[in-house]
T-cell receptor
């Protein structure tokens, strides 16, 4: 299995632009999580899905952030408009059922100038 | 107070040293405890996994959980430069998302 696949690996954009991050979970995994990691705050959960349905989006910082999971093999995290304080590494992770073992992608390094 | 607290370090030790990494947690409902290792510019990878209190050993690594004091530990024996990474503890209860500590950055110097 190829693991959790994220794209792009790096994204540099200007303030106000729309940013879309993409994730392909491990095949057969029915939970998908989006995390953001910064030095100051560590790894923060933004939103998670079960069977493509958003379960908890309380970690989404504000309305500028949105996430979708149109099918079991694809999810997007969109920031519109982006701001410099959104600069961070964004990770997607997936797991199977109630297993607690979470598998992470390699992350997207986002820089908003 | 975060549910899982972890000293961010950084921690620097000589090769061959015994390393002790620690976390505390506040949620008594936590039942599963994990340690993830994260190399630079990579995603976290599961290193150790324990259920409830007790010890678990895997090669040079030992994970220890003391639920009475809400304390989680990871010990690394005979540390190697390849162990240099950020170590994150995590806890969870039932079918909920993992709660992570901030991570401790470890450097093992040859």
């Amino acid at each position: 299995d190829a693991g959790v696949i994220q794209s792009p690996r790096h994204e540099v954009t200007e303030m106000g632009q729309e940013v879309t991050l993409r994730c392909k979970p491990i095949s057969g995994h029915d939970y998908l999580f989006w995390y953001r990691q910064t030095m100051m705050r560590g790894l923060e959960l933004l939103i998670y899905f079960n069977n493509n349905v958003p379960i908890d989006d309380s970690g989404m910082p504000e309305d500028r952030f949105s996430a979708k999971m149109p099918n079991a093999s694809f999810s997007t995290l969109k920031i519109q408009p982006s701001e410099p304080r959104d600069s961070a590494v964004y990770f997607c992770a997936s797991r199977k059922g109630v297993e607690e073992k979470l598998f992470f992608g390699s992350g997207t390094q986002l820089s908003v100038l | 107070q975060k549910e899982v607290e972890q000293d961010p370090g950084p921690l620097s030790v000589p090769e061959g040293a015994i390393v002790s990494l620690n976390c505390t947690y506040s949620n008594s409902a936590f039942q599963y405890f994990m340690w993830y290792r994260q190399y630079s510019r990579k995603g976290p990878e599961l290193l150790m996994y324990t259920y409830s209190s007790g010890n678990k050993e895997d090669g040079r690594f030992t994970a220890q959980v003391d639920k009475s004091s809400k304390y989680i530990s990871l010990f690394i024996r005979d540390s190697q430069p390849s162990d240099s990474a950020t170590y994150l503890c995590a806890s969870v209860s039932g079918n909920t998302p993992l709660v992570f500590g901030k991570g401790t950055r470890l450097s093992v110097i040859a």
